[in-house]
Every structure is written in structure tokens, then in C-alpha cells.
């Protein structure tokens, strides 16, 4: 069960595309985009991503950092991020403590199979570092569209 809207969003720090650490505290000042997804280079995941890469103008402009998570490693990461030239930040969450924090990670069924992974969550934080919003379910065609319009939302 994912953390809700209101909480402090839980701190991290972990690698980047580039290898780079990155933690969420460096973005505070800024409304930030978090986004649990389970795999690079797979259908869903790049929808979700191009979805987010076309429509990074409009964050630009609204000054909201793009922070995409998953167990991937950073290798992978640069791979994803410049096969479909995304120009937000990757995090590798090898070990899930991230996801698992944001109870964004946990069983998962499918075709009769249980297995660990990856709930599609994202998380809207204000410049305060407090959750304005959760995305449960994440379908990934239309989400940065959904993500867009409670931003200007919650903002406004």
C-alpha cells in the first residue's frame, strides 16, 4: 500500500543514469514527478516514458522535476534514456529500499504466477517535500496527460 497524499515524501539517495547520486532533497524548492515503474525498455514502460519525454516542455515550464525509478541498473538506465532520448533523470533502486518505502514494491500475480516487483505508482510532491498526490495503478498510456492536469491542480 502506497504511502498517501499529505505525508512527508521518504528521503533517498541513489545512482542515477550517469552513475551520479541523486537524492530528493536536492529538488525541494521545485514540485517533483516521482514515478515507480518496473522495467526499462519494455512496452508499458517506454509508453509511459515517450509519454513523459513528449510532454516535458510543459513541466519545463511549470519547473517540475521528472524522476523515474526502478530496479534497473544504471547501465540499463543509459541505455532506455538515450535509445528514446529522454531528457529526465533515472534512478537505479537495485535493492527496491526505495520502492519499498513508498510502497511502491510487493507481490505481484500474473498468468498464476506470484512473484516480487513493481505496483506503477507515481507520486506528485509539492516544493515542501509533502505527497500532493498518488497514482495507483499506473496505466501507462495517457498517465503524463493525468499527471499534467493534477498538477496544475494542486499548483494553481
Known sequence: ??????????????????????SLSEFRGHPVVLYFYPKDDTPGC????????N?????EQA????????PDSAQSHTKFAK????????LADEDHKVAEAYGAWGL???????YMGIFRTTFLIGPDGKILKVF???????????????LKEAIA
Open 108 to 114: 505481484k500475480k500474473l498468468l498464476g504466477r506470484e
Open 83 to 90: 535509445k528514446f532520448n529522454l531528457p529526465f533523470t533515472l
Open 55 to 59: 510532454d516535458y516542455p510543459a513541466y
Open 1 to 22: 500500500m502506497p504511502i498517501s497524499a499529505n505525508q512527508p515524501a521518504p528521503e533517498f539517495t541513489l545512482p542515477d543514469q550517469t552513475g551520479r547520486l541523486r
Open 46 to 53: 517506454t509508453t509511459q516514458a515517450c509519454n513523459f519525454r
Open 136 to 150: 495507483e495503478n499506473v496505466k501507462p498510456e495517457g498517465h503524463s496527460a493525468e499527471v499534467l492536469a493534477a
Open 63 to 70: 519547473g517540475v522535476v521528472i524522476l523515474g525509478i526502478s
